[in-house]
Structure formats: structure tokens, C-alpha cells
């Protein structure tokens, strides 16, 4: 069975710009969670789907949003990129409910210029 | 509040050690820990989970270890190995529903 998978691997952009990551689940997951790795804050909680809906959120800026797709692959924008954006952003999918046992994906890291 | 750390962020071991990663969490209302295991370039790797009606798992090799009295929790490593080189992170979930991380410990083993 395929791992999360995550694109792109790494992503390049100046402040201001926009970006959309994706993220797509293991087979039969439905649960998919972001999460945002920095090597002061560690890995923070940015937002959790479960069936095409947003069941819990980290505090993270509007600036971030997220979504799902009916087929559970998931996408997350951050637009106005600020420098301190720049970090490794991980995706995780989970068979169970409400945060256990997730998977992650390698991430994607986004370097902010 | 809501937090999770580690007590120490580098533990060195010589090779066919046994090697001892402590978190302590401050959610008493927690329920679920979990364990993973962090390689450079590579996402956090699932090792082992925990449910607070327990005290004690087991894996291959590994072993978690919770004591809800002074809200800690271990991951042991049994006759480490140089592939056990990583970052090792505890996580618990509170009622936020949400898995919060510590900050990770670097396992480094010499040998």
C-alpha cells in the first residue's frame, strides 16, 4: 500500500506570493492532517479533515487554509508568504478518529526569499 | 496548559545499548501518546502508541512506558542499532483532540 505522498517536494518563493501544497492519503484514509515543522516551534498543528470538512484548527493565521477533496486528498494554501513561513510542512493521514496513529508524508519544504 | 516536552534533546548510546528517551506531558485530561521516529529528509515514522487505561506496551524492540502519576512517558530501545539514529518525538492528545508534539530528542549512537 502507497505511503502519504506529498507535492511538491520542495518549493521556492519570495514574500507575498501565494503557494498551494498538496497531499494525497493513504488508501481508505479519511482523516488527513497538516502540520508545520520549524526547528524552534517543532511540529505545530495547523487543521484537520475528516470527510471534506475542517474538524479541528491549530492557531495558525487565516493567512492558512486548507481543504479536502471527496476522494480525501487534501490541499493547503498559504497565501501573503511571509519569511517565517518558511518550514517543512507535513501532511498526515489516519485510519482512526481524532488524531491517532497518523501517517506522514516526507513534506514539502518551502523556503521563503 | 497544553505541552509536551522531552527532558533531554541529544542522547548519545554506544551501539548494542539500551537507550532510554523520556517525555513529560502537562494535560492530565490526555488519553492517547504516541511515539515517532524522525530521519533527516524523511517525515516523523510511527513507532509506538499508548492509551491512558495502560501503563505499559510493547513493540519489536521497543517499549512505552506511562505513568499518568507524574504525567511521564519513555520510550525504550532495546540493543540500539545505528539505523535507530533519528529524532524521536512524543506526542499526546488532549482534549483539543489534536496530537501536540514535544520537541523531539536526537538519539545519536556510537560504536
Known amino acids: 500500500k502507497a505511503g502519504v505522498t506529498q507535492t511538491p517536494r520542495y518549493l521556492i518563493k519570495t514574500r507575498g506570493q501565494q503557494v498551494t501544497l498538496s497531499c494525497s492519503p493513504i488508501s481508505g484514509h479519511r482523516s488527513v492532517s497538516w502540520y508545520q515543522q520549524t526547528p524552534g516551534q ?12 475542517q474538524r479541528n484548527k491549530g492557531n495558525f493565521p487565516g493567512r492558512f487554509s486548507g481543504r479536502q477533496f471527496s476522494n480525501s486528498r487534501s ?7 511571509e519569511l517565517g513561513d518558511s518550514a517543512l510542512y507535513l501532511c498526515a493521514s489516519s ?6 496513529k497518523l501517517f506522514f508524508g516526507s513534506g514539502t519544504q518551502l523556503s521563503v526569499l | 496548559g497544553e505541552s ?29 501518546f504516541i511515539w515517532y521516529k524522525q530521519e533527516s529528509g524523511k517525515g516523523p ?24 502519576t507524574v504525567k511521564h512517558l519513555s520510550l525504550q530501545i532495546a540493543a540500539t542499532q545505528p ?29
Open chain 2, 83 to 111: 539505523g535507530d539514529s533519528a529524532v524521536y518525538f512524543c506526542a499526546d492528545r488532549g482534549g483539543a483532540q489534536k496530537l501536540v508534539f514535544g520537541q523531539g530528542t536526537r538519539l545519536t549512537i556510537n560504536p
Open chain 2, 4 to 32: 509536551v516536552g522531552l527532558h533531554l534533546p541529544t542522547l548519545s548510546v554506544q551501539e548494542g545499548d539500551n537507550s532510554i528517551i523520556n517525555c513529560a506531558y502537562s494535560n492530565s485530561a490526555s488519553d492517547y
Open chain 1, 95 to 100: 485510519l482512526a478518529d481524532w488524531g491517532e
Open chain 2, 45 to 68: 515514522q510511527f513507532i509506538i502508541d499508548i492509551r491512558s487505561n495502560m501503563d505499559k506496551r510493547q513493540g519489536q524492540r521497543v517499549t512505552v512506558l506511562l505513568n499518568k
Open chain 1, 42 to 53: 517543532g511540529l505545530q498543528f495547523l487543521f484537520e479533515y475528516f470527510s471534506e470538512t
Open chain 1, 75 to 81: 490541499e493547503m494554501n498559504v497565501s501573503t508568504l
